[in-house]
């Protein structure tokens, strides 16, 4: 991944706050940017295939460095696609569900990247995630795709936080609600356009860890 600095947006905001400080500008862009990501799906990696290990159910899906999960899109073990399900499902649905072992046909997640297979592995199965992916917080940029496609709309949800705050010298509610509508029609427009396949990355050589 080609990662962009967030630094990269200061001509585009600051113009329309030059009062407000860099570093303020520079961490809206950047909550802007983790916002966008996670709300519309729209950075798609097809992660590098791992094998479960026999009696091993919990897995750690990894990002990109820099990165963090947003949602799990797809698992697949053995080419079958596992249903994802929860903890209060399996207790309703399934008889002694915490005992089966087997091929996986499920998982539940314990956070937004460590998932649960069901039944628990009793071999090696190949394993293919396909995720959607935010920056983390503590990354200095995002991926170019997003500084390329998504420029101006980033501007906006930037600009539509630093104008909604109260108090300061460049507050301005009215516009800052005009920016809002602006960055809330682009994550809608770049969910439609992940959702038909547009972003999807392939492997990306990252492993899940096992737990």
Same mark, same amino acid.
């Given at each position: ?7 990269? *947006?200061?001509?585009a905001?600051?113009i ?6 860099? @570093? ?5 862009? %950047? ?7 996670? #709300? ?8 590098? @295939? ?5 009696t ?11 990165c ?5 899109? =797809? ?21 002694? *569900? ?7 046909? +499920?998982y539940?997640? %314990?956070? %937004?990247?460590?998932? &649960?297979m069901?039944? &628990? @592995?009793?071999? !090696?199965?190949?394993? +293919? ?7 983390s ?8 795709r997003?500084? #390329?496609? *998504? ?16 108090g300061?010298? *460049?507050?301005?509610?009215?516009? !800052? ?6 960055? =809330?029609? !682009? ?14 990355? %392939?492997?990306?050589?990252?492993r899940?860890?096992?737990?």
């Amino acid at each position: 991944m080609t990662a962009v600095a967030y630094t990269q *947006w200061l001509p585009a905001v600051q113009i329309h706050v030059p009062e407000c400080p860099t @570093p303020m500008i520079t961490e809206a862009v %950047r909550s802007t940017c983790i916002r966008f990501c996670g #709300e519309s799906r729209y950075l798609r990696e097809e992660l590098d @295939p791992f094998n479960t290990v026999a009696t091993d159910e919990e897995y750690e899906i990894a990002a990109p460095a820099d990165c963090a999960i947003a949602e799990i899109l =797809s698992l697949r073990v053995d080419g079958t696609q596992l249903k994802p399900t929860t903890v209060d499902a399996l207790e309703n649905e399934v008889v002694d *569900w915490q005992s089966l072992t087997g091929r996986p046909r +499920r998982y539940y997640q %314990r956070s %937004r990247a460590i998932i &649960v297979m069901n039944p &628990v @592995p009793d071999a !090696a199965y190949v394993s +293919r995630a396909v995720v959607a992916i935010k920056p983390s917080q503590s990354s200095g940029g995002v991926d170019e795709r997003v500084f #390329e496609e *998504w420029k101006d709309a980033i501007a906006s949800g930037a600009l539509a936080y630093l104008l909604a705050m109260p108090g300061q010298s *460049w507050s301005n509610p009215e516009l !800052a609600g005009y920016h809002g509508g602006l960055f =809330s029609s !682009a994550v809608a427009q770049a969910r439609n356009q992940a959702d038909a396949g547009y972003s999807l990355t %392939r492997p990306s050589r990252v492993r899940a860890r096992f737990l």
